[in-house]
T-cell receptor, first 114, second 114 residues
Framework: QKEVEQNSGPLSVPEGAIASLNCTYS??????FFWYRQYSGKSPELIMS????GDKEDGRFTAQLNKASQYVSLLIRDSQPSDSATYLC??????????????FGKGTMLLVSP | SAVISQKPSRDICQRGTSLTIQCQVD?????MFWYRQQPGQSLTLIAT?????????ESGFVIDKFPISRPNLTFSTLTVSNMSPEDSSIYLC???????????FGQGTRLTVV
C-alpha cells in the first residue's frame, strides 16, 4: 500500500524564521511530488511541485526532493502569520488505467507566531 | 488552472437521507476526481469519473453508497446515499492540471449528518 507520512505537528515558529516541513513516501516509483496549503475550513491549494532531485525555489518557498531517501521537504523562509495552515504532501502514484492519482499525507499544521 | 465550482458549500442532513453534490468546471476535462476528508484526516480518493463511462471506485468505496454521474466534460455529481453520522466529512471535487499529475480542487462541501 502506498503511503505518505508527515509529522502532524503543530510546528510552531516565530515570525521571520524558517519553517521546515518534511514528508516521506513508500512508493519508490513515484515521479511527481506536491505541497498543498490548506487553511482551516478551506480546500487545498497547490503551492509547489517538484519532479527531480534537488531544490526548487519559488519566492519564499523551496521544495527539496531526494528520491534515493524517498524524502521531500518544504522550506518556508521569512515565515508570516498568514502562513499558518496545514501543509499536505502529495505524491503522484503513477498511471493506473490511463490516469494518475495522488496519495496525500495527513498534513503538518504550521503555526507562525507574531 | 481550471476554475472549479462546487455546491452546496455546506449542509446539515438527517441520517438516512441522501445529498447530491455538484461540481462544475469552466473548461473541458477528461477526468474528475472525488475526495473525502474526514475530520483531522487527509484526503482520501473516493472515485474517478470519466465522461461516458462508469466511475472507478477506490477500495472501501462502492457505487451504491456514492453514486457518481458524469454527463459531460465539464460537470459531475457525487451523491452520498443513506447517510449516517460517519459520513460527516468534507467532500472535494478535483481535476488534473495541465501536467496531468497535479490536482486542483473545488471549494469543498462540508457535510454534517445528524
Amino acid at each position: 500500500q502506498k503511503e505518505v507520512e508527515q509529522n502532524s505537528g503543530p510546528l510552531s515558529v516565530p515570525e521571520g524564521a524558517i519553517a521546515s516541513l518534511n514528508c516521506t513516501y513508500s512508493d519508490r516509483g513515484s515521479q511527481s511530488f506536491f505541497w498543498y496549503r490548506q487553511y482551516s475550513g478551506k480546500s487545498p491549494e497547490l503551492i509547489m511541485s517538484i519532479y527531480s532531485n534537488g531544490d526548487k525555489e519559488d519566492g519564499r518557498f523551496t521544495a527539496q526532493l531526494n528520491k534515493a531517501s524517498q524524502y521531500v521537504s518544504l522550506l518556508i523562509r521569512d515565515s508570516q502569520p498568514s502562513d499558518s495552515a496545514t501543509y499536505l504532501c502529495a505524491v503522484n502514484s503513477g498511471v493506473n488505467s490511463g490516469y494518475s492519482t495522488l496519495t496525500f499525507g495527513k498534513g503538518t499544521m504550521l503555526l507562525v507566531s507574531p | 488552472s481550471a476554475v472549479i465550482s462546487q455546491k452546496p458549500s455546506r449542509d446539515i442532513c438527517q441520517r438516512g437521507t441522501s445529498l447530491t453534490i455538484q461540481c462544475q468546471v469552466d473548461s473541458q476535462v477528461t477526468m474528475m476526481f472525488w475526495y473525502r476528508q474526514q475530520p483531522g484526516q487527509s484526503l482520501t480518493l473516493i472515485a474517478t469519473a470519466n465522461q461516458g463511462s462508469e466511475a472507478t471506485y477506490e477500495s472501501g468505496f462502492v457505487i451504491d453508497k456514492f453514486p457518481i454521474s458524469r454527463p459531460n466534460l465539464t460537470f459531475s455529481t457525487l451523491t452520498v446515499s443513506n447517510m449516517s453520522p460517519e459520513d460527516s466529512s468534507i467532500y472535494l471535487c478535483s481535476v488534473e492540471g495541465t501536467g496531468n499529475t497535479e490536482a486542483f480542487f473545488g471549494q469543498g462541501t462540508r457535510l454534517t449528518v445528524v
